[in-house]
């Protein structure tokens, strides 16, 4: 087994889990003790994120996942927003002018 440092000889004894999966972010970085996520910072209300690292940010932030409802927004805002009526065909539209 070898001398009881930190390197090869201890790494046979490393069996337990101190971290689980998240129900936020879906990460192995809640804390089974703690209760707390690592990585989002689960269950507080606010999402964990410093300024001192700026990239892991950027891999957080809005735009990086599948954005459901938010990528449709810039159409209906050009559209004011209308809904339960046809549009007007662009064909039909240039016939009239």
Known sequence: MGK???GTGSFGKRR?????L?????RRSL??????CSSCGYPSARI??????VKA???KTTGTGRMRTLK????KFKNGFRE??????KKAAAASA
């Open 4 to 6: 009881a440092g930190k």
């Open 16 to 20: 337990n889990k101190t971290h689980t």
């Open 22 to 26: 998240c129900r936020r972010c879906g």
């Open 31 to 36: 804390h089974i003790q703690k209760k707390t």
């Open 48 to 53: 964990r994120k410093y300024n001192w690292s």
């Open 57 to 59: 940010i950027g891999r």
């Open 72 to 75: 449709h927004l810039p159409q």
């Open 84 to 89: 339960g009526t046809q549009a007007t065909s």
